[in-house]
Structure formats: structure tokens, C-alpha cells
């Protein structure tokens, strides 16, 4: 998130959202934690930046990637400690490297402390990870935390800069352009996660038995819990794509809008038809709401009279659907092991 | 072995040294923001939480204007090449800083451009698009904003905000959070550092940088690190720790403070309220005429 793209309404919120939650972890820290745990909470986050700057390969591709935070400094230190740390380490990183700026700052710390840390350490996490600590377990925890942690996150950012209105991003693109991409991000971050929480459990496996001791969350209702936030989060995305612009499907409409008027040339119908061909090939969606009559409307009426539009909401719910496919795959994955 | 490795990387360029490079860049730059922020200039001097509030007053007007809006933003440069002057930061570091942050902001805006291609100014029969003014926009709300804050963070140092967000009333658990990592950023990433310094120079051609290096290499880093919280807590029990964390606070709010943040913020409001640029553009217009 940046600042360039959110209204003081949205980074006000956030900002009010996240100072809520620094003041509850902070207290909770303050409460019920040892003495050892506020070195420990600034050594590890400066560990965060450390481990930035170590990179490994991603197998089968050119790139590489590293450690992003959230995730293993909430099984390292748990969710209130680790909400506090994630929460400096993004202070740190907006004030000296500018990422993100501060007024965003609000928005960065939610969609990057509050998911990892509240969401899906409890719910998924310590769900997967169960009462008997075992290597196939930790890893597929941390894989699966981290990439729900981050497809939430990235929902998050799609959901604050579609509210701010400062680009013209329709939903539905936005969040097939961010969630996709966080899905890539979520496996490496889960892969580098896991790396390294396995070398800690098997060098000194009292680090990680320590946090993951206390009695795990309660199992069925916390699965109810958490796949109500995805509907929730399905249908808010399904019902909000019908208002998220007034003049959707901008560049579909703008192509018809230029080859609908008679002053064009028929040189520049090619151009259009190319790029709406290509539109097609690459969009996942190309059956939008008003596309087949496209050609008998004049240039200036407006797309469509009510505000509900099939094509929009369909391509609004992929989003969704995404993670919802991955909870669903997390439930079958729980259902095996519990088969066993 | 070193003489084959160094001939080898000045053949074909390996990812490993291009790492290195980057990575002491890196760390660099953090000590040199606090060489920075360590100047002593009349900005320097100011009480921090007035830099802090007028900067937060600063960017909120700043993102506050509507999309479209281009010329009325231009005068809020004003402020952080004010900061930047007065307090000594080098320009052109500040820009290539911007420079290395800005992708995420320029590649969600270019989308607008792409998308609302309504005409809203003809300039000599050239036809702008809306989507170009408010990309234009977005990418000086960038400039302005991310260049406030590290105007900020230049000319008042890290801990000084820290101290300036206790006296504000953040929960003093955060406020310690953030002094110390500050204070251990810069010993761990030395460590990483040298790490991967290590690694690269017994590597060939990026080997040993799979995932099955990786969680080794950090794992070790953070059970140093994990060891190095224990001996800094008993440091700490040793010197009188008793759970409670005191803060030496010599800030002084003065009349220099007062008429900094009110004068500050009383332009930005001005400025937000008319359009400068435009009542000079009128003004100059109806001079010739």
C-alpha cells in the first residue's frame, strides 16, 4: 500500500484500526509476558531485516526470494508480540526505506500484522500443526498460514485502494492482478518459513515447542469461525464489484466508446479490434456484463442503467473463490489427517 | 580456488556478487540517515513531535485532494524542500531514494491512463485524458508524500521520533519495541551481511543458494540472535531492569516549536483551501490583459 493511492478516510481508518490493535498487544505484552520477551521482541525484528537480505533461489525459475515477516515472527513469538514486531519492523522500513509512506502505514501494518499474526496463526497454523509437533506438519502449517495470510493481505490492499478512489482500478481487475500474484508470494514465503522453522525445531526444539504448547485453539468452531470470514469476505467482494465504479469496465467501454464514433478511421478499428482481442486472450473473464450490446449503444449514453451487473459480480466473486479454493483445500487436507 | 572464483566473476557477472554489492548498499544506507539526522541545524534543533505533527498534517491535506487535481498540488514541494534545505540532507540522495521505491505507485497508476480515457483538458488540440492527469497526480502525491517522510526521518533521527511517539501517548511496550530493533538492526544485518558474503565466496555460479542452504543459513542467524536477546536481557537484569522501561526525555515544546506547527499548518490548510498556482495563473492573465 502507498499513500499516493488512499484517501484520508481509508488511511485514517486504518491508521485508527491499527493504533487499536498496538495499544491491545502492547498492553497484553505488558500483562502477560516475562521480562525476557522485550529484548526478544527487538532482536528478533531487527532479525527480520537481517534475514531480508538473505536470498535463496526459487526452484524452476530465475527469481529469488526472501523471508517477509509476519508469519515466523508469530510462531516465533507468538500473536501478540508478533503483531507488535511486525508492526515496528514496517514503522522501520516506512520512515528509512519509504515503503509504503506513513499515512499507508495504518493499511501496511493491518493487511501485514494483523492477518499473519490473528488469523491465520490461530485459525490455520496452530490448527494444522495440532498438539503433537511433527516435521510434515510444521511445514505444511507454514505453507498454508502463509499463503492465506497473504491472500488476505493482498484482498485487504485491493479492498482499501478500490475504497480511496484514486486509481481508476476496477475491483474485479485489481483483485485478479493481486491475488494471483500473492499466491506465487504466499508459496515462497510459506517455502522460506518453513525452512527455517524446521532448522529451529530440529537445532533447539524448545523454541518452537514453547510457543506452540499453550492448548491449541478449540478445532471445529475455529474452522466455522474462519470459513465465515471467507464467505464474508466472498460476498462483500460479490455485492461491492456492483459499486465500485460508477463507469465500470473502463477499458472495454473506452474501446467500444472510440470505435463507436463515425470521425475514425477504419485504421484505427484495426488497432481496436487487435487490443480487444488481446483483452480477451488474456483476460480470465472476457464474458462481461454489457459487452453484446456494445455496438448499438451511441457514444455518450450511459453502460448500464441498474447498478447490478452479472458480468462484474462474476468476475468480482474469482477473487473470492481463490481463497476460497485454498480453504477448501485446507479443510480436505485437515479432513485427511484426521482420518488417520 | 580464489583466483578460478575471481575469474569467473569477471567473465560472466555472478548473481552472488551483484548480491553483495546490493546488500552492503543497503546497510550503508541506513548509517548514512543517521549520519544525517545526527547534523545540527535549526531543524535538527526543533523538538520532534512538531516535525512529526506538521509532517502528518502535510501528508493528509496532501492525499485529501481530489484525483484530478495537478496544479494545486504543486505548491506543497514548498515544505519538504524547505525541511531538506534548512537541514542540510543532499538533494539528489532524497531523489534517487524516491527513484528506488517507486514502482508500486507508478504500476498501479499506469493503469489509470489505460482505463479512463474521458478527455478532460485540450491543450492546443491535444486531448488529455483523464487517466493521464490523475497518473500524473498520483506520482506527485508519491514524490510529496515519500519525500516528506524521509525529509523527516533525515532531519530528526529515529529516536527522536521514537521519543516524540512516547510523549504522544503510544504504549511505551511499541515505543521500547522500536529502539530496540533500531539499535539491533544495524549489529544483525552486519552479521547477515557477512553471511552471505560467506556464502557467495564459496559458491560457483549461484550454487548453494537453494532453499536447502537457506534455512540453515537463517536458521543459524536466528538462534544467534535468540542467544544474543538472552545475553542482552541479562545485561539488562544486571544494570537494574526490573520490567519497567524508563526514557530520558529532555524535550522542550517552545515558542519556536508552536510557530513551526502552527505556521506550517496553517499554510497547508490555505494552500488546500485556494489554488495558488491558478489565482497566480488569473492574476498574471489579467495583468497583460
Known amino acids: ?340 | 580456488m580464489v583466483g578460478v572464483h575471481g575469474f569467473n566473476g569477471y567473465v560472466c557477472p555472478d548473481r552472488n556478487a551483484v548480491d553483495m554489492a546490493k546488500l552492503d548498499k543497503h546497510f550503508f544506507d541506513i548509517g548514512y540517515m543517521d549520519t544525517l539526522s545526527a547534523q545540527q541545524t535549526p531543524i535538527h534543533q526543533l523538538d520532534p513531535r512538531a516535525k512529526l505533527i506538521t509532517s502528518l498534517v502535510f501528508i493528509t491535506t496532501v492525499i485529501s485532494f481530489g484525483k484530478y487535481e495537478i496544479s494545486a498540488l504543486i505548491p506543497y514541494f514548498v515544505y519538504p524542500v524547505f525541511l531538506g534545505a534548512m537541514g542540510n540532507i543532499p538533494p539528489v540522495y532524497l531523489l534517487k531514494k524516491l527513484l528506488l521505491v517507486s514502482p508500486f505507485a507508478v504500476m498501479i497508476g499506469i493503469f489509470n491512463p489505460l482505463i479512463d480515457r474521458d478527455i478532460l483538458i485540450s491543450l492546443g488540440g491535444i486531448g488529455i485524458s483523464g487517466g493521464w492527469v490523475s497518473f500524473v497526480s498520483v506520482l506527485i502525491r508519491f514524490t510529496l508524500t515519500v519525500g516528506a517522510a524521509l525529509t523527516l526521518i533525515a532531519v530528526t533521527g529515529f529516536n527522536a521520533v521514537c521519543m516524540a511517539l512516547d510523549k504522544l501517548g503510544t504504549p511505551r511496550v511499541f515505543v521500547v519495541q522500536l529502539i530496540f530493533l533500531y539499535r539491533y538492526v544495524f549489529v544483525l544485518v552486519g552479521e547477515a551481511a557477512r553471511m552471505v558474503r560467506a556464502r557467495s565466496l564459496r559458491t560457483f555460479e549461484g550454487g548453494g543458494s537453494g532453499i536447502k542452504t537457506y534455512g540453515p543459513l537463517v536458521g543459524h542467524l536466528l538462534l544467534r540472535t535468540m542467544d544474543r536477546a538472552q545475553r542482552i536481557y541479562m545485561a539488562m537484569c544486571c544494570r537494574g531492569f526490573d520490567g519497567e522501561i524508563r526514557i530520558l526525555k529532555p524535550l522542550r515544546f517552545g515558542p519556536r516549536e508552536i510557530g513551526f506547527t502552527v505556521g506550517w499548518s496553517a499554510l497547508f490548510i490555505l494552500m488546500r483551501i485556494y489554488n495558488v498556482p491558478a489565482l497566480m495563473g488569473s492574476v498574471i492573465v489579467g495583468f497583460i490583459k
Open chain 1, 1 to 340: 500500500m502507498a499513500d499516493a493511492l488512499i484517501s484520508p478516510a481509508v488511511g485514517g481508518t486504518m491508521w485508527a484500526a491499527s493504533a487499536g490493535l498496538i495499544g491491545y498487544c502492547s498492553k497484553k505484552v505488558k500483562d502477560d509476558m516475562d521480562d525476557v520477551t522485550i529484548p526478544l521482541m527487538g532482536v528478533v525484528g531487527a532479525f527480520i531485516f537481517a534475514a531480508q537480505m538473505i536470498n535463496f533461489t526459487i526452484p524452476g525459475t530465475g527469481s529469488s526470494g526472501h523471508l517477509g515477516g509476519g508469519m515466523i515472527l508469530a510462531i516465533l513469538l507468538g500473536p501478540y508480540a508478533g503483531f507488535l514486531t511486525m508492526a515496528s519492523v514496517l514503522v522501520v522500513q516506512s520512515l528509512f526505506f519509504a515503503d509504503g509512506g506513513l499515512m499507508a502505514l495504518g493499511c501496511n501494518i493491518f493487511n501485514l500484522g494483523f492477518f499473519p499474526c490473528f488469523i491465520a496463526y490461530p485459525f490455520i497454523f496452530k490448527y494444522v500443526v495440532g498438539t503433537t509437533l511433527s516435521e510434515k506438519r510444521l511445514f505444511a502449517a507454514a505453507i498454508f498460514s502463509a499463503i492465506v495470510g497473504l491472500q488476505l493481505g493482498a484482498f485487504s490492499v485491493v479492498l482499501q485502494t478500490v475504497f480511496s478512489g484514486v486509481t481508476e482500478l476496477p475491483f474485479d481487475t485489481f483483485v485478479l492482478l493481486m491475488q494471483p500474484i500473492h499466491l506465487a508470494i504466499g508459496i515462497v514465503e510459506g517455502l522460506a518459513t518453513s525452512a527455517v522453522v524446521l532448522f529451529v525445531w530440529k537445532a533447539r526444539p524448545e523454541i518452537i515447542n514453547a510457543v506452540s504448547t499453550p492448548a491449541p485453539v478449540g478445532n471445529l468452531s475455529m474452522r466455522k469461525v474462519f470459513i465465515g470470514f471467507l464467505a464474508a469476505a466472498v460476498v462483500t467482494g460479490g455485492v461491492l464489484s456492483w459499486f465500485a465504479s460508477s463507469n465500470p469496465d473502463g477499458l472495454e467501454w473506452s474501446i467500444f466508446k472510440t470505435a463507436g464514433t463515425d470521425e475514425l478511421g477504419s485504421s484505427h478499428k484495426g488497432v481496436h479490434t487487435d487490443l480487444s482481442n488481446a483483452q480477451e486472450k488474456i483476460a480470465l473473464l472476457p464474458d462481461y456484463g454489457f459487452k453484446s450490446s456494445n455496438t448499438e449503444l451511441p457514444a455518450e449514453a450511459p453502460i448500464s442503467e441498474s447498478v447490478v451487473d452479472t458480468g462484474k459480480t462474476v468476475s468480482g466473486l474469482v477473487g473470492g473463490a481463490l481463497t476460497l479454493l485454498l480453504a477448501g483445500l485446507l479443510g480436505f487436507a485437515l479432513k485427511r489427517r484426521k482420518k488417520k
